[in-house]
């Protein structure tokens, strides 16, 4: 394991000695952040330390202690308050504002550590005997209130199963290009187990660094270069789950007409099926050659035109990511605030203004990654059909510094919340016919629900043949007298308009409890009542993550 | 439609003005064929006519039928003998023998020709209602026993529900590539309705010409170039289906994580969970260019090791087709029995013998397709990676007489079946470290199965990254006292030798009657009780294709 508990923030992201580098500018950072929400000064808003914040009573059976201690270890059953804290929430706005204001009433009455397969399943076979209620909980990092440790009804309790020491390289199939880990494996690991070995599973979440394999399966994610990889449901081969009526496995075959493929039941699970326990996946050469540049568009319908023109075409790209003009804006000033520019660029910037690239510009950065002979193909491909949409070539540059930061922009948010100002982002997807009616409703529901202090950006991040997604972060000030309720608002508003502007209520975020509501309308009355009954046959009990999902 | 019902054979393959065209050479291949079994002469055993067929007493209670007739139309409802006899069986060996052998036991009492989705939940409610099974039937090419007009237990009745009549295109989406249609299109409308239009479905299963949509998807079927169009899970974009209980429906996302992916339970549901009535698919611009050419390997092991280097590159390919040694030399005998080969050929023949790629070879079929400049590209990376692995180019003939005559093979199963010659097929998956051992097992349990009078040939017929599927074909004399049990013995072998050697089912036949015994323990206790939950939330009596799959 990378990380020991004391390392990691308990209520915000990632590791304790790591903050975002301003490089020395925080003072022109925080005033375009408070011009950006309109603000004239930001307020002091610090979080609750763990020690002023109170943690309700455990409300475990001694017996049921007892036998989640035999079934694993006396000392991988964890009651302690940082422990219990640190798998309270996930890592979702309302979660952090909990979080940061003491409310810990979600804290589990234990945390339990297995280190197999068989283990999980004598935690959740106990538990459902116990009607306790069972979190797995692998980095914690759902941003849709995936991982709240909530009892269900007539449930005394609620325990977090935490997989994290299930991290193990099962098997590395070179031939089959497959490999088969366990599942609590964080994201670093994986790769370097894998990249060790030659190969890589591509897999690269904006959590990357802070979440793990069975939670990358669970919430059905997809990678930033997900168009080369694919999203979880394309690299999952087979998986092992512990199900409180037992084991609950798929076989790996590369294709199947053996009845429908449980592989994509498993995939956007989000615990309430079983615990993912082991999990093969399709792994890659380690690419030769890489190529992350980035391509100005006057217009977000131009550089959408693009994307699917490329997408359509076949080719081989790795990535595309596609900011609209207000994100282009709001990054480019942001960039040019921690490092400002020298009179090359500024020059530089004073030609894209005059040839038409100036203000509401928008940046597309396009990824290849491959053989060294593919990635030539394939950028003069991209390069000739990007130009003929309209795009201006900038270079690598843009694309270096992106790659470089692209793990990075989580570590903004805490001392955002730190200043009372909000960040939150949302994501759905669409045809591409659908792509601008959904991007301008879904901008429009935000800004109207925040009202003036506020900024809403978004881009494109995943292309396929027939449509995109769409990633909203939108700034806010936060309503200090009520912050869930003005996030509730502000939710409630963008997703009525996702769900009747035809998109998803997520592409690759997941369900957990804040998009329940949607959910059962998007699956329809038919595909939620088969998920139903698929999980009463699992799971009688419905210990399994109670309340997300199903 | 394309057919009439009087235009199509009732118990064989196609069209009845149709035949495999022998070139004259009747005498030399049947001689051939009575050499691959081994027998001194091959007896007369030809098919009953429908007239000396009993059908079974319908069965239907009056109000039903009258039901059925409000439903969709008077002479939408049919109960003659020719409708009868032809939605009776599908199109598997043992269907065929039992066809032809005059057993007409499982006859459905009627046969409804819905013309909505409206009609058809009209229909499955009714028939819900009256306790009698319906059977979704399309081209009802089945080869695993999927569409046998048989009642459940607790059922009085069968009925089919023929749903050709049901071959709209309802829409297209030239943006977003996507096309919806209703799901009783036949192949060769479909496909002619998107390239009137410029677009392609690309799906070409060898059962094309006499298959429809919903069949495809129902059964997770995969066309010949599915390495540049997926199988029916990968164009599926969202269904419509009707049940008991109501509609189920899915929505056209590119991608979703919004729980599981009921798209690919759609997929090989197999007209359990419900009967598909609209579907809409992804499809592509008709391609620029293509390019069909073979390449000779001097085993089988190094050709699957170039499909395998070609595919793990990502190379995009349409398709690669290897034969085994005895396949190639089969299908090389056959051709040359048909088109006698002239001087240039037969020196040609004595060159390859000496080069090493004689006896023994395994032919290598690569399909490109797309636009001009990418299919050279293709050409130039598949020549270079088959050379590598030790395959030698032969060129384009044998590939543009494999794309010719690639709908015609099933042509030549009726005449073999008039002659006491059986020929039967059968097909898995698996991961390509498995590819030799699988090939073997079940090679070696069909060989012992039938003994000395039979032949097995075999070929790679689809690839992935990760694994390939094997298509076994099989050529007997057929045991004329025990058709039946000499088959089921053969099948026997044949699928208990690839569950125990690690290969799926069925690669894309479907599961239906033949392969439910072997998939049960392939989708384990826990997958098949949730998949048996599912069915009774949606059609709690259990009316939809009862006996099949679930």
Known sequence: MPYTRDELRWNGWGLRRQTFDLHGHDREVWDFVRETVGLTALPDTPAKRLEECELPAGGLPAELLETLRAATADDRVKTDPLERAAHALGRSYPDLIRLRNGDLSSAPAAVVYPETHEECLAVVKACAEAKVAVIPFGGGSSVVGGVEAKAGEGQQAAITLDTTRMARLLDLDPVSHTATFQAGVWGPDLEEALQRRGFTLGHYPQSFEFSTLGGWVAARGAGQQSNRYGAANKWLVAARLATPTGEWRTLPFPQSAAGPDLNEVVCGSEGAL?????????????PEASDYRAYLFKSFEAGAGAIRRIVQAGVPVAMMRL????????FGTFKRL??????????????????GYGDGRCVLMIGLEGEKAAVRQALAHTLRLAVAEGGLPVGTGPGKAWYEQRFAMPYLRDPMLDRGVAVDTLETSTEWSNVPGLHEAVRHAIAEALGPHSAVLAHISHSYADGASLYFTFIFARDLEDELGQWRKVKRAASEAIAASGGTISHHHGVGQDHKEWFGPEKGERGVSMLGAAKKALDPEGVLNPGKLL
Request: glycine share 10%.
């Open 323 to 330: 900011s609209d003009a207000d994100e282009t804006h709001f």
């Open 274 to 286: 079983g615990v993912i326990t082991e999990a093969t996946v399709k792994v890659h050469e380690v």
């Open 338 to 355: 921690i490092q400002p520019p020298g009179g090359v660029e500024q020059g530089a910037e004073k030609v894209l203004d005059v040839v």
